[in-house]
């Protein structure tokens, strides 16, 4: 990718930020020649292994304990970086071989494990683990900031002190401002926390250059980090820094939510030779890759075909960029195998290339590495397994708590057990906090973390703790105008048909929607752009059987405010819930305490959640009309 294989460069003018693709079918190509001639023989064979979206699943992949772990992921990764670079090389590779190891972030996530480490302190047992995987460099994702950003500059420190000698990677994003917040600053200004950074393998230089959705603000909690919007402009920035300085070999590692969107952004950008997404948890493979049992290969959405590993996308000089992604949980090592020129031109992806998963059965089971497991995935066990003993209650019904179809498309009975413990919650300590008792309830889909059905039988404090991850603090809004309630409930149903984390499960009232109507369009200030008419009527559960209706038609029908219970997160505008700075108070209670709490206390449930109280399905809260 040297200046002399592509036209005389242009700086772009790229001011308007990254637009979705999704209408752009996905094709799949399993290996490709692109800039230069596909018969020249490599000049050097670089193996880019990755992941993505490894969310502290740490002891295994969910309902599938002989796959995933991250002790058999990093012997694995261990395993593909020598297997790279020693012995033979294969036919069509260089004899000049390397070898580095990536992440697209969402590297930790809240729920039962990442709260051992919370339990534990630093350095967490997410970074004990990661810093022995030895990436040579990290994206930084949504999640990073659930628990804002001092927890993500503990996350970091910790690699430095955790006793496994590696240096701490380089964090990379080109469109995050971290001065704001004073330790994130003094990362920044130590080298750790980077716009792009140059690994060098085997006497060669290789540029890695970071993105993160412009979306964060919105979807987790930055506090003071800004999130600049001009993605494709602040990273050709970056690219063109180190053309400049003769990198001419570039790979770009985004965590920009789904892989269509690094699709849109390639034909934006030039001299990238690889770009790896992060935040879809896509699986791409081809026909003879070996995949965890139940994983299928995720299908382009627009022609329905499945999606091959790697994808390929168009750059702004018409060279053809390899765009790859995994599964996440520790389910897969994502391997790249890329042949080079001796410009740094990209000659073909080879066919070795595509998905490795991690398997601890045979016949291609590898070992768990010996010190993580003794370090870090046996105390998490042992902690997750005292959660997993204190039995709350019991459920008569399978809980439905799977994403698509599921709590973030539809009317659910975890959904409505999770939106009723916000709403009972709120009411039992509004009088403690000094607000008025809640009469609804709001729970966003994207807050119910578990992605399982959880099987009737015992309901335990894990199982709360996956259902209920976050840090997220039970608050109660306590007058909420009624259009301001329709544009919260429009909010909830406006990406309908596609699975997002602002679909709302709702207590307290039921409504009805039609999806083929307008949907509603907001800032992330909460101020609507485009009002939504999918909302057509809405009923307050008065407790006289019959209901106040507040939406009939459409039309907003006057009448008083209502308190509305949800978690902070939401009420301080995430998932852009129109709330637009509405007084709220936190009640003293985390959501999944709020959820343990209501299953167990005999003023609540009292240990029982009956298949009368939450059938399969739902009970009619939420009715799609349309």
């Given at each position: 990718m040297a200046a002399t294989a592509h036209p005389p460069r242009r700086r772009a003018l790229l001011g308007v930020g990254l637009a979705v693709a999704v209408a752009v079918p996905l094709i799949g190509i399993a290996s490709s020649a692109t800039a230069s001639d596909g018969h020249a023989r490599p000049a050097f064979t670089l193996t880019i292994l990755h992941n993505n979206d490894g969310e502290s699943k740490l002891l295994g992949a969910p309902g599938q304990p002989d796959y995933g772990g991250i002790a058999r992921f990093v012997s694995l990764v261990d395993q593909l970086r020598h297997d790279a670079t020693h012995g033979r090389a294969a036919a069509g590779q260089g004899r000049h071989r390397g070898a580095i190891v990536l992440s697209s972030g969402d590297n930790y996530l809240a729920g039962p494990e990442f709260t051992a480490s919370l339990n534990k302190g630093v350095p967490y047992y997410d970074s004990l683990a990661l810093s022995e995987v030895g990436y040579d460099a990290m994206a930084i994702g949504n999640h990073e900031f659930d628990f804002g950003p001092d927890v993500?500059?503990?996350?970091?420190?910790?690699?430095?002190?955790?006793?496994?000698?590696?240096?701490t990677p380089p964090f990379v994003s080109a469109n995050l401002d971290v001065s704001g917040e004073p330790r994130l600053a003094a990362l920044a200004q130590d080298g750790t926390i980077v716009a792009s950074t140059v690994v060098r393998e085997r006497g060669e230089r290789i540029g890695v250059v970071g993105a993160t959705t412009p979306l964060l603000p919105a979807i987790s909690s930055p506090r003071n980090v800004k999130v600049l919007d001009d993605v494709a402009g602040l990273v050709q920035d970056q690219v063109d820094t180190l053309t400049r300085e003769r990198v001419n070999k570039?790979?770009?590692?985004?965590?920009?939510?789904?892989?269509?969107?690094?699709?849109?952004?390639?034909?934006?950008?030039?001299?990238?030779?690889?770009?790896?997404?992060?935040g879809g948890d896509e699986l791409l493979a081809n026909e003879d890759d070996p995949l965890v049992p139940g994983d299928t290969v995720s299908v382009?959405?627009?022609?329905?075909?499945?999606?091959?590993?790697?994808?390929?996308?168009?750059?702004?000089?018409?060279?053809?960029v390899p765009i790859v992604t995994t599964s996440g949980d520790y389910k897969y090592v994502g391997r790249l195998v890329v042949n080079f020129d001796r410009r740094g031109s990209v000659l073909s992806v080879d066919d070795a290339s595509g998905p490795v998963r991690v398997s601890g059965v045979a016949p291609d089971a590898v070992e768990p590495d010996r010190s993580v497991q003794s370090r870090v995935v046996e105390p998490v066990q042992a902690f997750v397994d005292t959660l997993a003993e204190n039995v709350v209650g019991q459920a008569e019904v399978a809980l439905e708590g799977r994403r698509d179809p599921g709590v973030r498309t539809q009317?659910?009975?975890l959904g409505n057990l999770l939106a009723d413990a916000l709403l009972w919650s709120g009411q039992q300590h509004a009088a403690e906090f000094g607000v008025v008792p809640p009469q609804v309830a709001l729970q966003?889909?994207?807050?119910?973390?578990?992605?399982?059905?959880?099987?009737?039988?015992?309901?335990?404090?894990?199982?709360?703790?996956?259902?209920?991850?976050?840090?997220?603090?039970?608050?109660?809004?306590?007058?909420?105008?009624?259009?301001?309630?329709?544009?919260?409930?429009?909010?909830?149903?406006?990406?309908?048909?596609?699975?997002?984390?602002?679909?709302?499960q709702v207590a307290g009232l039921s409504f009805t929607y039609d999806a083929t109507r307008t949907a509603q369009e907001v800032d992330d200030a909460g101020t609507v752009l485009t009002p939504g008419d999918r909302v057509r009527t809405v009923t307050l559960d008065d407790g006289t059987g019959e209901g106040t209706v507040i939406v009939q038609d459409g039309q907003v029908v006057d009448g008083p405010g209502i308190a509305v219970a949800t978690?902070?997160?939401?009420?301080?505008?995430?998932?852009?819930?129109?709330?637009?700075?509405?007084?709220?108070?936190?009640?003293?209670?985390?959501?999944?305490?709020?959820?343990?709490?209501?299953?167990?206390?005999?003023?609540?449930?009292?240990?029982?959640?009956?298949?009368?109280?939450y059938p399969e399905g739902g009970e009619g809260r939420i009715t799609r009309a349309g």
């Amino acid at each position: 990718m040297a200046a002399t294989a592509h036209p005389p460069r242009r700086r772009a003018l790229l001011g308007v930020g990254l637009a979705v693709a999704v209408a752009v079918p996905l094709i799949g190509i399993a290996s490709s020649a692109t800039a230069s001639d596909g018969h020249a023989r490599p000049a050097f064979t670089l193996t880019i292994l990755h992941n993505n979206d490894g969310e502290s699943k740490l002891l295994g992949a969910p309902g599938q304990p002989d796959y995933g772990g991250i002790a058999r992921f990093v012997s694995l990764v261990d395993q593909l970086r020598h297997d790279a670079t020693h012995g033979r090389a294969a036919a069509g590779q260089g004899r000049h071989r390397g070898a580095i190891v990536l992440s697209s972030g969402d590297n930790y996530l809240a729920g039962p494990e990442f709260t051992a480490s919370l339990n534990k302190g630093v350095p967490y047992y997410d970074s004990l683990a990661l810093s022995e995987v030895g990436y040579d460099a990290m994206a930084i994702g949504n999640h990073e900031f659930d628990f804002g950003p001092d927890v993500l500059a503990d996350f970091i420190e910790g690699f430095s002190i955790g006793g496994f000698g590696r240096e701490t990677p380089p964090f990379v994003s080109a469109n995050l401002d971290v001065s704001g917040e004073p330790r994130l600053a003094a990362l920044a200004q130590d080298g750790t926390i980077v716009a792009s950074t140059v690994v060098r393998e085997r006497g060669e230089r290789i540029g890695v250059v970071g993105a993160t959705t412009p979306l964060l603000p919105a979807i987790s909690s930055p506090r003071n980090v800004k999130v600049l919007d001009d993605v494709a402009g602040l990273v050709q920035d970056q690219v063109d820094t180190l053309t400049r300085e003769r990198v001419n070999k570039i790979v770009l590692i985004s965590h920009l939510q789904n892989v269509a969107e690094d699709r849109a952004l390639v034909p934006m950008l030039r001299e990238v030779d690889v770009a790896i997404a992060g935040g879809g948890d896509e699986l791409l493979a081809n026909e003879d890759d070996p995949l965890v049992p139940g994983d299928t290969v995720s299908v382009d959405p627009v022609t329905g075909e499945p999606l091959r590993y790697p994808l390929h996308a168009t750059d702004a000089d018409g060279v053809d960029v390899p765009i790859v992604t995994t599964s996440g949980d520790y389910k897969y090592v994502g391997r790249l195998v890329v042949n080079f020129d001796r410009r740094g031109s990209v000659l073909s992806v080879d066919d070795a290339s595509g998905p490795v998963r991690v398997s601890g059965v045979a016949p291609d089971a590898v070992e768990p590495d010996r010190s993580v497991q003794s370090r870090v995935v046996e105390p998490v066990q042992a902690f997750v397994d005292t959660l997993a003993e204190n039995v709350v209650g019991q459920a008569e019904v399978a809980l439905e708590g799977r994403r698509d179809p599921g709590v973030r498309t539809q009317e659910t009975n975890l959904g409505n057990l999770l939106a009723d413990a916000l709403l009972w919650s709120g009411q039992q300590h509004a009088a403690e906090f000094g607000v008025v008792p809640p009469q609804v309830a709001l729970q966003n889909g994207g807050g119910i973390r578990n992605n399982t059905l959880i099987p009737a039988g015992p309901l335990t404090e894990l199982d709360t703790f996956a259902v209920a991850a976050f840090a997220n603090f039970v608050s109660v809004v306590p007058e909420v105008p009624r259009a301001q309630i329709k544009e919260l409930l429009e909010n909830a149903v406006s990406r309908i048909p596609l699975a997002d984390g602002r679909f709302a499960q709702v207590a307290g009232l039921s409504f009805t929607y039609d999806a083929t109507r307008t949907a509603q369009e907001v800032d992330d200030a909460g101020t609507v752009l485009t009002p939504g008419d999918r909302v057509r009527t809405v009923t307050l559960d008065d407790g006289t059987g019959e209901g106040t209706v507040i939406v009939q038609d459409g039309q907003v029908v006057d009448g008083p405010g209502i308190a509305v219970a949800t978690n902070d997160f939401s009420a301080r505008g995430g998932d852009q819930y129109p709330f637009r700075g509405l007084p709220f108070t936190t009640v003293g209670i985390t959501y999944q305490q709020a959820l343990a709490d209501y299953i167990a206390n005999p003023e609540g449930l009292g240990g029982t959640v009956s298949a009368t109280d939450y059938p399969e399905g739902g009970e009619g809260r939420i009715t799609r009309a349309g």
